[in-house]
C-alpha cells in the first residue's frame, strides 16, 4: 500500500504562486496531480512517468509544471500565473505501472490517492 501525502496549499491572489508537494512511500512508476472544485468532476491536472514522459492539462499548460525527486520519494506541482479557476482541492495519485498515454487523466488509472491538499485563488 502506497501511503501519498499532500502539501503547500494554501490561499493567493491571482498571478500569484505556489509549490504542491506529494510525499510518497515508495516511488512508483506513473504519478499525477488531480483536481476537484465544488460541483465538478475531478480533472486531471498533469502527469508524470519514471520514463520521463510528462503531460499537463491544456488548461495549464505553461503555467505548471510537474516534476519528482525518487531518491527524496517527492512529487511537486510548481503553479504560476494562479487563477481563480484553479481554485480546488488538489490531489496526488499513484500507479505501479505505466499508465499509457491515453489514459494519462483517468482517475481510475491511479490505484493510490492523497488526501488532498486545498488551492485557493482569488481574484
Known amino acids: 500500500q502506497v501511503q501519498l501525502v499532500e502539501s503547500g496549499g494554501g490561499s493567493v491572489q491571482a498571478g500569484g504562486s505556489l509549490t504542491l508537494s506529494c510525499a510518497a512511500s515508495?516511488?512508483?512508476?506513473?504519478m499525477g496531480w488531480f483536481r476537484q472544485a465544488p460541483g465538478k468532476e475531478r480533472e486531471g491536472v498533469a502527469t508524470?512517468?519514471?520514463?520521463?514522459?510528462?503531460t499537463y492539462a491544456d488548461s495549464v499548460k505553461g503555467r505548471f509544471t510537474c516534476s519528482r525527486d525518487p531518491a527524496k520519494g517527492q512529487v511537486y506541482l510548481q503553479m504560476n500565473n494562479l487563477k481563480p479557476d484553479d481554485t480546488a482541492m488538489y490531489y496526488c495519485?499513484?500507479?505501479?505501472?505505466?499508465?499509457?498515454?491515453?489514459?494519462?487523466?483517468?482517475?481510475?488509472?491511479?490505484?493510490?490517492w492523497g488526501q488532498g491538499t486545498q488551492v485557493t485563488v482569488s481574484s
Open positions: 495519485a499513484s500507479s505501479s505501472g505505466e499508465v499509457s498515454r491515453f489514459h494519462s487523466f483517468n482517475p481510475l488509472r491511479y490505484e493510490y
Open positions: 515508495e516511488n512508483t512508476y506513473s
Open positions: 508524470l512517468r519514471a520514463d520521463g514522459y510528462t
